[in-house]
């Protein structure tokens, strides 16, 4: 491999990291196969939590929107268990470590609005005690 073009080897090792992510992502959802329906819809979703990142160098921004609108699809549908979120996680580093500092900020400020609007409605859908 270290014949190969420095371009040429990150898309191999891109693709080798996507397929990995993937494989474990779908090992750690079949000792809880019987509680996921249907099955292949879950599977599907978390596969495509990693096979995206095979072009997260050339397309980080579009890699990490597609993971994670995955992500949040896998999570409303209400599937019971939920694999570690490797691949949201690698495509936002990503993001952070090849692009600009302005499109950072954007994305650093929605996802902190976001979270912080997540965490409010939480909590008010909580009891009061």
């Known amino acids: 491999m270290a014949a190969l073009p420095q371009q040429r080897r990150e898309r191999v090792q891109d693709a080798g990291l996507g397929v990995a992510v993937a494989a474990v992502n779908v090992v750690s959802l079949l000792p809880?196969?019987?509680?996921?329906?249907?099955?292949?819809?879950?599977?599907?979703?978390?596969?495509?939590?990693g096979i995206p990142l095979a072009w997260r160098r050339s397309w980080p921004?579009?890699?990490?929107?597609?993971?994670?609108?995955?992500?949040?699809?896998?999570?409303?549908?209400?599937?019971?268990f939920a694999p570690f979120p490797l691949g949201p996680a690698i495509a936002f580093y990503t993001v952070i470590d090849?692009?600009?500092?302005?499109?950072?900020?954007?994305?650093?400020?929605?996802?902190?609005?976001?979270?912080?609007?997540?965490?409010?409605?939480?909590?008010?859908?909580?009891?009061?005690?």
């Open 32 to 49: 809880y196969h019987a509680r996921l329906h249907p099955l292949w819809l879950a599977l599907t979703l978390v596969a495509a939590q």
């Open 61 to 80: 921004v579009p890699v990490l929107v597609v993971i994670a609108g995955v992500r949040v699809a896998y999570d409303q549908i209400g599937f019971g």
């Open 98 to 129: 090849l692009c600009g500092p302005l499109l950072r900020s954007l994305d650093l400020g929605w996802r902190c609005r976001h979270r912080h609007r997540h965490l409010r409605g939480r909590a008010r859908s909580r009891p009061a005690v």
